[in-house]
Every structure is written in structure tokens, then in C-alpha cells.
């Protein structure tokens, strides 16, 4: 299976192992929920996979990698404990808390969420002397004495022996125990993933070209070289931060990601053109109205790569301002819900200060609610954001309402400290808001504006080619630019949309009248 169908899978399992009957007991015992174990080669996702599996489902993640654990550091290390037993008194061996439950124990304090992923990485990687007690650990969820919280649900994860030469493999009484999940690269899921990320369009363009160089093994002269999914994300990171910084990007650098010599120089040398591409068809231009003649002229006859490189560019940044946008609406619907409460506490015979003693309190509040689902390992990026955005909000809202000042003027409280009250401290907190709105809608009216002129520019340069069904597929798998158009509409999306599907309706009809030879 691929990552997404393995995803999907961990999910489900997660929401069965925490159902509960109506005692309160869980439907399926502890001894019969299977670890999920996630068998493939390294690079192609587990660990991102577990990260997005807690997000979305709003539960913590505490994660580990097995490979650095010895027997002290998972079971807990051995001390001598007094008993009696019949009388008498006897010292026995009893062993502290592992360092992995106490981490769970600890995730769990430090956020408030009770119910989580165990996640075990490299699990097949164990060490000699910690494999006995994997077996107790799999079945009942124990490690040493301790044993591991109710509502959390152990996955694992590890390398084929191909890939690690440190895999043990496992015996037919520990996988027996497992629920094996064998995950395969597979480039489109990973393609929707790195849209998401906004992984740079010269990575994706170049895997479009050459699908087989996404994941690439290869025994030579000089060792064993690999291309991971990875690799190519890490290299997606460092290439915008050398753009930033006008740094040349070579071959040196590509293969400090890239360790096969061949791609390495094919994706270098794609990469310069890529550059002149973006200097030469001018991306700016284009989605404000105003192509160039000669760039039009240029991607009419240009070939499929060039093409295709140029699609990239112009979704690139189309994905980048919806994006934009949806952030800054879940913001302010976020923001919105708490001025909500501003508004009713500052009702009444209320002081500006209380108002802003007030909003100090929900600072705390947010700030405290982004740590909680950091620690539990449940905060996306794109969370993370909202969150700081409705803290800077608040922040500067609260320092208007203390100074009396909004964007730098001063205002007018009548002459008299009595008539600076509550209600109109709270008046100019809105106002700071209803700018916000209006900035936010004049974003989105600039983003749908360059949405008409993508397309009108796709239509004259490419017509109804295979470019610009790309550029339709596109906004439809990702996830910004499908909730953009669903959130805001676009006529041209929607007319472009109808048309392939009537086209591809119509190749598929005339392929079954083929089919029967009439």
C-alpha cells in the first residue's frame, strides 16, 4: 500500500482500539489490539505520516526510536525496594519507570489530552539485549513493570533488512503479534503531500519529468547511492533559503540531499533552466494581466518540459496566496470568537483597563492552549500560525486600548479620562478588527483577480492542451486552492473544470464504441 492508504489505516485502527462500550470497557481487550507495525524503505514518510494522523484526529503523540535504547533505558533501571511478606522483611529488585512511559505520563500532564499514539521507530532495530522484552511489550503494552496508559494506541515502524544492515528480523511469534502495514513509495500520494508543504515547484516539476527518479536505489562502483522522498523535501528546504539569500545552487549542494551521481547532475543542470525560466517569462507579469507578447509567443511553441516547468511556477505561487488567504480567514474566525467575549465582559460599567486586564487573560489562555498541543505533538504548521496570528492580534489590540492610540494616532476621549470607558475600548478593538476583514478581503480579491489571469494567459498560450488540465488537476488535489474556490468561487476554474470533464466523457465514450467494432 502507499502512505495515504496506510494512513488511513492507522486511523481507523486508532478509532476502533479507543471505542468503548456502553461500561466504559474497551471493545477490543488490550492484549488483542496489534501494534500497527509499518514495514518500508526508509525516507518515503512513517514518521510524517504519525505526525498528520495526530493532528488530524486531535490526539498526542509521544515518539521514540528504538535504535539508541537499552535494556536500562526502556525498561527503567533496577533498585532495591523493602516488603514483608508473613511477617518478615525482604529486599527485592524493582525497577524505576522506562523513560518512554514516563514521556507519555509527562505529554499527558503537560497538555491535557488523555488519549495518544506510542510511535516506535526503527523497532526491527532493537538491541540484543532489549528483544526478549519487545515480545511482552507488543502483546500486553508492559514495559518492565510499567505499563503503558489506557487510550493509547502503540504504532511502529522500521526498515527492511535490505536498507539497514542493523535490522533484526523479527521471528513468526513477534510478528505474530504485529498488524504489519507494508508501505511502498509511490510518487502522486507523495505529490498531494508536497503541495501541501508547498515543496518547491522546481523539485516537483523535475519528478514530474522523471517520476522514476523519486525513489531511487542503485547498487555502483562506489557503493550503494539512494534518492528518498526526503532527500527531495530537505532539498525543497534548502533551496528556498539559498534563493533568499542569493546563494548559487550546484551540484555540490544538490548532493548533499541527492546521493546518486547521475540524478544529482540532471536535477542541477534542470534547476538552472528552471531559474532562467522564472527570469525570462517574468510570473509577476502574468498573473497581474500584463504577459509579455514574447512570453505568450514563447510557451505557445515552447516544448513539453518548458511547458510543464512554467505551469509549475505559476501554481507555485497561486497555491502560495491561496494559502495565504485561507490562513488569515481561519484567523479571523478564530479571532472573531473572541472578541465575542471582549465585547460581552466590556458591556456595561466596565474601565478600559478591565477590558485589558481581560484580554491579557485570553493571551494567556490561547498561548497556553498552542503549548499544550505542541507538547502533545498535535500542532500543525499551519495551526501553529493561526495561533500566533490571533496572539499578535490580541497583543496589539490590548496596547491600543491602554495607550488610547490605533496605527500610531491618538484618540480623541473627549477631553475628559471618565468618557474613555469600557464600551468604546472595546469600539476600538473592533476597528482594529474591521481593518484586518478589509485587508483580508482586499487579499482575496487581488488572489481571485490573478486566478483570472492564469487562466486567461493558460487559454492563450497553451489553449485546452494537456497544460492546462494539469493546471485544473492541480488546484483541484490541493488542499488550498480546493478551499479557496470552494470558499470564494471562480467562474473560469468552474467553466475549464466542465469542459475537461465533458472532453474526458466524451475520449471514453468513443474508446467503448471503438471497443465494439461497429
Known sequence: MNIRQAKEYIKD???????????????IPVARQRPIFLLGAPGIGKTAVMEQVAQEMGIALVSYSMTHHTRQSALGLPLIAHKTYDGREYDISEYTMSEIIAAIYETMEKSGIREGILFLDEINC???TLAPAMLQFLQYKIFGRHQVPEGWVIVTAGNPPEYNKSVREFDVVTMDRLKVMEVEADWRTWKEYALERHLHSAVLNFLDLKKEYFYHMEITARGRSYVTARGWEDLSEILYHYEEESLKVDETLV?????????????????????KYQKDY?????LEGRPAVQ??????????????????MLLDRMLADMQEVMEQTAYLTDTRAVLLAVKNMAAGDVRPEQVAAYMEQLEEKKRGQMFALDRAGALSGEERRKYKRVLRFLEKARK????????GEILSRGGQEDTW?????????????????????????????ELRHLFAFAQEAFGEGNEMLILVTEL???????????????????????????????????????????
Do not use: H
Open 13 to 27: 485502527s486508532v478509532n476502533i482500539y479507543l471505542k468503548k462500550d456502553e461500561f466504559g470497557e474497551y471493545c
Open 282 to 286: 517574468r510570473i509577476q507579469e502574468i
Open 400 to 407: 491600543a486600548v491602554v495607550t488610547g492610540e490605533s496605527g
Open 255 to 275: 548532493g548533499q540531499y541527492i546521493r546518486n551521481e547521475r540524478i544529482v547532475r540532471e536535477f542541477t543542470a534542470y534547476y538552472d533552466l528552471y531559474r
Open 421 to 449: 470607558s469600557g464600551e468604546k475600548a472595546f469600539a476600538l478593538v473592533k476597528s482594529l478588527f474591521e481593518a484586518e476583514v478589509s485587508a483580508m478581503k482586499r487579499k482575496t480579491e487581488g488572489v481571485q483577480e
Open 126 to 128: 532493537v538491541s540484543e
Open 476 to 518: 483541484t488535489v490541493s488542499s488550498a486552492g480546493a478551499a479557496f474556490i470552494a470558499s470564494f468561487g471562480s467562474p473560469e476554474y468552474q467553466r475549464f473544470s466542465q469542459e475537461m470533464m465533458l472532453s474526458e466523457r466524451q475520449s471514453r465514450i468513443q474508446g467503448q464504441i471503438a471497443d465494439l467494432n461497429l
Open 295 to 312: 512570453s505568450i509567443a514563447r510557451a505557445r511553441e515552447a516544448a513539453f518540459d518548458e511547458r510543464l516547468s512554467l505551469v509549475g
